[in-house]
C-alpha cells in the first residue's frame, strides 16, 4: 500500500476508526477503508474534519483522537428464558454532552417499565451511515461490558431530544437494544416488535429535528384553529414528506401502541392532534380542490382511530389488507413488507412465517410463501387481484408471475393504495364526510 496522510474521505464519515499502531496503519470498522499513517498526522486530519462539524454532531463527543473507540460487546439474550429485551437506561445529561447509557436485560413477561421510541435510522437527506456512537455498559450476574455502539445522526440526534437533563430516562430504541450484527437475534427480535411496543408505557414518535415550516403545522395541530389558518392543502405536505410517516414499521408500533406522544425538534404533542389535523387537511382538499393528495398510510388509515384502529384491536384484519395497505410504505429491507405487519392480523390469518434475516430467506422466497400459504389456507384465487399489471417493471423478475410484489406501487391506483375488503375497495377510513 502506498504510504500517505489520512485524510478523512467524504465516502467514510464514520466514528470507528482503529489505530493499528505496530502496523502504522488506520482501518475504518464499517467500510474497511484503511490508510498507512502516522499517529499525529492521522490525529491533525481527523481534527481539521472534526472542526467542520457543528460541536453537538461531533460523534467523538470531544475526543482529540482517533484512538479510545471501544466496539460494545452484547452479553447474549436467553431465548429459553420467555420474551426477553434489552431496555436502556439513557443517562441524564445537558444536550451537547456526551450519550451514555446503560442497557439491561427485562422480560416483556413481567412488565417492565419503559418507553419504545418509533423514528427513522436515516435523517431527512437519506443518511443512514453508523456515523456517531453512544458510550454503553451491561452487567449480570455473571459478566459486564463496557464500550461504544455506532448509531445513525438521527438516532443520535432523537437520544438528545429525549435525554433529561437531571434524571434517566428508560428507552426501547432498536438500534441500541438488538444486537444488530447478530443475525440470530435480529430475527428472533423483530418478532417481538409487537409485544415490544403493546407493552411500552407510551410509544414516543421522533419525527427528526423540523424546520420553521413543520414547526409551524405541529404548533397548529396542538392548538384549536379555524380551518382559515392553513389557506391550502399544499401547506401540510412538508410535514406529511417527512421519512417517519412512510416506513412500514411505523403502521406495527402506532396501532399497538398504550397511548403515544410526537416530537420534531422542540415540539412535542399527541399522536391524536396529529390525527386531528389529518382530518382538517382532508376537508381542505375536499373544499379547495378535487384533485387527490393522497395522505401516509398510517393516517390515511385511521391508525388507532376510526374502524381501521378497531379493526387491529379486535384482530378482525385480513393478512391481504394490511399488506396493501403496506404497500404504500418503504423499507430498507423488502422482507419487512411483510415481517413488520404480520403482528397486526388475527391468529388464524397469521401468515407461519417468522422473521428470518438470513442471506438465504430472500424478499423473493418470503413473498412466495405468503401467496402459497394464502392460497392454500383460504382456496381462493384473492391474491391474484394484488398482482402487478403487464405494463408494470417487476423489481423481483425472478419470482413467479402469480406472486405479489409487495415493493411495487398498488397495481391500477395512486397512493394511498385503495383497501380491498370483501371484494370491494373503499376509500381510506379516516375521511371525514
Known sequence: ???????????????????????GLDSCWSCGMTFRTTASSAANAYAAYKATIPSWKTSFDGADTLTGFTRFSYLPLNPDQGREIRVLTLHAGVFDEPLSCNLETVNLQLGPVYEAVSYTWADSTGDDELA????????????SEEGDITITRNCEAMLRRLRRANVTRRLWVDAICIDQAN?????????NMTAVFRNAQRVVVYL??????????????SEDHGEHVLPSPLDFLPLYQCRWFHRVWVLQEIAV????IVISGTRTLEWTDLVNQARVFLRLVNKWQNQR??????LAYGFRSGEMGNKIADKSLDLLSIMQISRGCSCKDARDKVYAV????????????PADYSPDVTPERVYTQLAAWHVLKTSSPR???????????PVMPVMSSWVPDWTTPSPGSSLPPQLPVNGVFIPPQIVVP
Open 132 to 143: 456517531a456512537r453512544i458510550s454503553a455498559t451491561m452487567s449480570t450476574t455473571t459478566a
Open 257 to 260: 401502541a398504550k397511548t403515544a
Open 342 to 353: 404480520a403482528g397486526l392480523v388475527s391468529e388464524d390469518a397469521r401468515v407461519p412465517l
Open 1 to 23: 500500500m502506498a504510504s500517505h496522510e489520512l485524510i478523512p474521505s467524504r465516502n467514510c464519515r464514520h466514528v470507528d476508526w482503529r489505530a493499528m499502531r505496530d502496523a
Open 383 to 393: 391474491i391474484l387481484r394484488f398482482v402487478e399489471g403487464p405494463s408494470s417493471v
Open 293 to 298: 393528495i393522497p395522505l401516509p398510510p398510517v
Open 183 to 191: 443475525l440470530d437475534e435480529r430475527s428472533a427480535q423483530v418478532r
Open 208 to 221: 427528526g429535528e423540523g424546520d420553521s415550516v413543520t414547526n409551524r403545522l405541529l404548533d397548529y395541530a
